[in-house]
């Protein structure tokens, strides 16, 4: 009899709870957010002389990470001009920026890259992303050009995001 | 052994972290503001949570972000920035009488890095649209 209605008082206590189990959520929402542009990281890359070609090559990218919301958008130029340590030594010929690379964090927003002349040009579709792009540049030297043996040189790339 | 292992974590992650939060951001974004007079004043907030201090300058550009514009003036040809500090810099925009409308953009550059104020080889440029009306 003791035994029964033990069973009973857990068989009644199992349905009681079947019956109050429900999903529910805590919503929010937000506010009407400004377009806004945060740069996360920059990391200078590094590129190695081939006399053979005339050129510059990049050995490892230079890496920029951004926070973005409804930008106009963001792009990735030089002025065209090699450096060393005493100023620009040779305005180059040509900037290829076809081997960069741009990927969003979040995968549901469409990133594409559009390369000009001295230009690389980052568009997403519409909303929150953050954007992580390596530029990979190759850099054709004018013929006036002749590098100098253990020197440093660099190029200058200039990111910019339109909020 | 547990706490060991703990302290391995803790340095593995460490060595790969980079060195604290590197942002640099610029308020207000986009403006469209009235503008009844021959000046606007205006002001943006610049931001900088690189983990050096950095040295910052406010610009106006054309809208297409091309060349420089002419008829604006800060309030500090330059910001230096600590690390994880922000400041307010006022600029005064000209607009001519026989102008209806002014759209540039307003350019926070970075200018140096570092304690030893170096030149940098990247550059970091946050443009906010500013459109002016009337």
């Known amino acids: 009899m003791k035994k029964s209605i033990i069973a009973g008082a857990i068989v009644a206590l199992l349905s009681t709870s079947a019956f109050a189990a429900e999903d529910f959520k805590i919503q929010g929402a937000t506010d009407d957010l400004p377009a806004g542009c945060t740069f996360l990281n920059l990391q200078d890359g590094a590129m190695e002389w081939d006399e053979s070609t005339n050129s510059w090559y990049t050995s490892s990218d230079a890496q920029i990470r951004v926070k973005t919301r409804d930008i106009l958008g963001l792009s990735v130029a030089t002025d065209k001009a090699l450096y060393d340590a005493i100023g620009a030594v040779d305005d180059v010929v040509e900037v290829d920026y076809s081997a960069s690379t741009a990927q969003g964090e979040n995968t549901r927003k469409n990133v594409s890259i559009a390369t000009d002349e001295n230009l690389l040009v980052i568009t997403t579709d519409a909303g929150g992303n953050v954007l992580n792009i390596g530029v990979d540049h190759g850099v054709l030297a004018s013929d006036s050009f002749v590098a100098e043996d253990n020197t440093s040189y660099w190029m200058i790339n200039t990111a910019t995001c339109t909020q | ?134």
């Open chain 2, 1 to 134: 052994m547990r706490s060991i292992k703990l302290v391995i974590a803790s340095l593995m992650i460490m060595a790969w972290a980079p060195f604290g939060a590197q942002a640099h951001s610029m308020t207000p974004g986009y403006e469209k503001k009235f503008a009844p007079g021959d000046v606007v004043n205006l002001a943006y907030t610049i931001k900088n949570e690189y983990d050096f201090p950095a040295i910052y300058r406010l610009e106006v550009y054309d809208k297409e972000g091309h060349n420089l514009e002419e008829g604006w003036r800060v309030d500090q040809e330059t910001v230096k920035l600590f690390s994880g500090n922000y400041k307010r810099v006022r600029l005064k925009i000209k607009m001519d009488e026989d102008v209806k409308e002014r759209k540039v953009l307003v350019c926070s550059v970075l200018h140096k890095v570092g304690y030893d104020e170096k030149d940098p080889t990247t550059i970091s440029r946050v443009c906010s649209r500013l459109w002016l009306w009337r």
